[in-house]
Nanobody, 116 residues
Framework: QVQLVESGGGLVQPGGSLRLSCAAS????????MSWYRQAPGKGRELVAS????????TYVDSVKGRFTISRDNPKNTVYLQMNSLKPEETAVYYC?????????WGQGTQVTVSS
């Protein structure tokens, strides 16, 4: 049974930082391309960042470049999203996704609220 469990969300002031984690089980993690998505209230789900199986390639949506960093620790079956200089409009539920061959698996999400 595949499980992706996100953690690290919470309330942060504008300009603050958070580090999200996504722990995977039941999936060959080192073979999985991993991504972070977010969904703000009333909006569709948006791809934020992706990382290749080895971590050698990362991609970001333009709005977070230079502020967010995606990374992974394959021995720990965990992917991270370091978020700096957070903005109120980035308030959303953040989800991780694992893509293995042609199967996609999602976590339950973690709430990030950016507010003073």
């Amino acid at each position: 049974q595949v499980q992706l469990v996100e953690s690290g969300g919470g309330l942060v002031q504008p300009g603050g930082s958070l580090r999200l984690s996504c722990a995977a089980s039941g999936v060959p993690f080192s073979s999985a391309a991993m991504s972070w998505y977010r969904q703000a209230p009333g909006k569709g789900r948006e791809l934020v960042a992706s990382i290749s199986t080895t971590g050698g390639t990362t991609t970001y949506v333009d709005s977070v470049k230079g502020r967010f960093t995606i990374s992974r620790d394959n021995p720990k079956n965990t992917v991270y999203l370091q978020m700096n200089s957070l903005k109120p409009e980035e308030t959303a539920v953040y989800y991780c996704k694992a893509l293995v061959t042609r199967s996609a698996y999602w976590g339950q999400g973690t709430q990030v609220t950016v507010s003073s």
